[in-house]
Structures are given as C-alpha cells and as structure tokens.
C-alpha cells in the first residue's frame, strides 16, 4: 500500500515539476558550509563523496553551470532525461578535473570526450519533502532512466567522527577530493548552510589574480609566486603548487584561482597556502 501511494505521490510531483523546471533560468543551487567536527550530529547526516567535478544543474530541458550558463552537452547525453529538475556534478574520475573542465567549456561537444563523463546526481531540487524523502525518489528517478552516465550519488551513514575520518582517508588515499555531509532532515534551500557540509584534508577558497612575482634560481625566467586578492581584500602569496608549464605561463591578471590552505593566522592570512588550479568559466564551486 504505501509502495502504490508513493508512486502516485512521484507522479503527481513529476507533472508539478516539469511545469516548473522549464523556467529561462535555473534557480540557485544549495550551498555547503565547512564540517568542522564536533559542530553536528553525525547521526543526522547523509554521507557521499565530493566529487572533483563541474557542478551542473538540470532543469528540464538543458544543463546549466551554478551561475547559469548553458552546457553545451551532446544530444545523446541529455536524451530522454526526465522534464524535471537534477542537481550533481559532471565528473569524469578522480583527479580528473582539467579534463571534464575543458568538456564543459567547448561550444561544440567532443564527442569522444564526453563519453567519459559521468553525471553524479545528489538531489532533486523541487522535490517537497526532506533529504531522505527526495534520496529516495532520486534512485528512483535514476533507475528509471537507465543511462550508464547518469548515476545516483552513494549515500550512507557513518557511525561516528572517527568512521567519517575513515572514510575520508579512504577516498583521499584513492585520489578523490573529500566528502559531502547532507543533512537528512533538510529540505532544498537555495542558499549557504550546514544543511550541506563539505569535509576535506585541508580548506580551500578563491582570490583574484593581481600580480607576479618572478622567479629565481631553477626559476629563473618563470613565474615565482601569484600576487592574489581574497574578496575581502587581503592580498597574499601564492608560491607553491604549480607545474613548471603553469610557471612559464601563468594564470592571466584578473583571473580567479582555487588554492588550498591549513588555517588562517591571527590577522586572517592564509597558512601554507598552495595553488590548486584556475577557476574555470564554467563555473566549478560546488
């Protein structure tokens, strides 16, 4: 009985949903605040991997970027993709971020390069009822369309924070970025919270590209360190992290770059700050 009033349930929110999901612009996606442990209960919280990706929406009928731009995908990719709204990440395996990037970024689609992108679904936004509700019917939805590319995100629980440690350093050890905690009890608000939290070895944010410095010694006639601005104004250095290709040809000024860091001194200055990557147009922040 409650299997038959579920999937009338599903059907009567699937129609409300594809009206909505066709809207000119896909709505704000939720955001993740920091797991700092101690701060939550475990107990109320869905774990996942964070996937090294491109955050994508899906509203229907195209796939955006967090900020909105359209993801020029290939015809065969989005085919029969159901007329409501999907949240995840396109990703095409650890540490491979550089290249499902470059996928995302091409106007036209790489056929070939697409075929090795996969995209990880985690929610479904304009589903009405709370996290583990809308898991539920997230699998659902996934298993229905039956599509190797398109994979409803593994969701399980953990013990306690020193299970939550083990299975972070199981996945950092294979090459993956972290963890993803997802409040069980919450429902989809489009806006920063610890409904979603992000669990990672270290911290990470962006700063704005202001300046050079040259190199010296095996640097010599490269790029030492970046000159970067955080939104706040507080500039740094950044001098670690780069491949010598990245030295001889650095991000370009005004660009905006990822970099990791341990903590922040008194004054709110990064500690062991190291480059990670450009920030990518197509708009990765998950």
Same mark, same amino acid.
């Given at each position: $009985?409650?299997?038959?009033?579920?999937?009338?349930? +599903?059907?009567?929110? /699937?129609?409300?949903?594809?009206?909505?999901?066709?809207?000119?612009?896909?709505?704000?996606?939720? /955001?993740?605040?920091?797991?700092?442990? %101690?701060?939550?209960?475990?107990?109320?919280?869905?774990?996942?991997?964070?996937?090294?990706?491109?955050?994508? #929406?899906?509203?229907?009928?195209?796939?955006?970027?967090?900020?909105?731009?359209? @993801?020029?995908?290939?015809?065969?990719?989005?085919? %029969?993709? *159901?007329? @409501?709204?999907?949240?995840?990440?396109?990703?095409?395996?650890?540490?491979?971020?550089?290249?499902?990037?470059?996928?995302?970024?091409?106007?036209? *689609? &790489?056929?070939?390069?697409? =075929?090795?992108?996969?995209?990880?679904?985690?929610?479904?936004?304009?589903?009405?009822?709370?996290?583990?509700?809308? /898991?539920?019917?997230?699998?659902?939805?996934?298993?229905?369309?039956?599509?190797?590319?398109?994979?409803?995100? &593994?969701?399980?629980?953990?013990?306690?924070?020193?299970?939550? &440690?083990?299975?972070?350093?199981?996945?950092?050890?294979? %090459?993956?970025?972290?963890?993803?905690?997802?409040?069980?009890?919450?429902?989809?608000?489009?806006?920063?919270?610890?409904?979603?939290?992000?669990?990672?070895? #270290?911290?990470?944010?962006?700063?704005?590209?202001?300046?050079? @410095?040259? %190199?010296?010694?095996?640097?010599?006639? $490269? $790029?030492?360190? +970046?000159?970067?601005?955080?939104?706040?104004?507080? !500039?740094?250095?950044?001098?670690?992290?780069?491949?010598?290709? !990245? =030295?001889?040809? *650095?991000?370009?000024?005004?660009?905006?770059?990822? #970099?990791?860091?341990?903590?922040?001194?008194?004054?709110?200055? *990064?500690?062991?700050?190291?480059?990670?990557?450009?920030?990518?147009?197509?708009? @990765?922040?998950?």
């Amino acid at each position: $009985m409650r299997g038959a009033l579920t999937n009338i349930f +599903l059907l009567a929110w /699937l129609a409300l949903a594809s009206a909505v999901a066709l809207a000119d612009a896909p709505p704000p996606v939720m /955001l993740a605040n920091v797991y700092h442990a %101690g701060e939550v209960d475990l107990a109320d919280y869905w774990v996942s991997e964070k996937y090294d990706g491109v955050r994508a #929406y899906w509203d229907g009928e195209q796939l955006f970027t967090r900020s909105g731009n359209r @993801i020029s995908a290939p015809d065969w990719f989005i085919a %029969g993709w *159901p007329r @409501i709204a999907l949240d995840g990440e396109l990703w095409a395996g650890r540490g491979q971020f550089e290249q499902v990037a470059a996928t995302v970024r091409d106007a036209k *689609p &790489d056929d070939v390069a697409w =075929r090795k992108v996969h995209f990880m679904v985690f929610d479904l936004p304009a589903w009405p009822g709370e996290f583990t509700q809308r /898991l539920a019917a997230l699998r659902g939805v996934v298993e229905k369309l039956a599509l190797a590319w398109v994979v409803a995100v &593994d969701q399980f629980k953990v013990a306690d924070a020193a299970a939550l &440690d083990r299975e972070l350093s199981k996945v950092v050890d294979a %090459g993956g970025e972290g963890l993803m905690l997802h409040r069980g009890s919450s429902l989809y608000r489009a806006e920063r919270s610890d409904d979603l939290l992000k669990v990672k070895p #270290y911290l990470d944010a962006e700063a704005r590209v202001v300046g050079y @410095i040259a %190199g010296n010694g095996k640097y010599r006639d $490269m $790029m030492g360190a +970046l000159e970067v601005q955080r939104p706040d104004g507080l !500039q740094f250095r950044l001098g670690t992290g780069f491949t010598d290709e !990245q =030295r001889r040809h *650095p991000p370009p000024l005004g660009s905006w770059v990822t #970099y990791s860091y341990k903590s922040l001194t008194a004054k709110g200055v *990064p500690r062991f700050a190291s480059f990670l990557r450009i920030r990518s147009s197509a708009e @990765i922040a998950r």
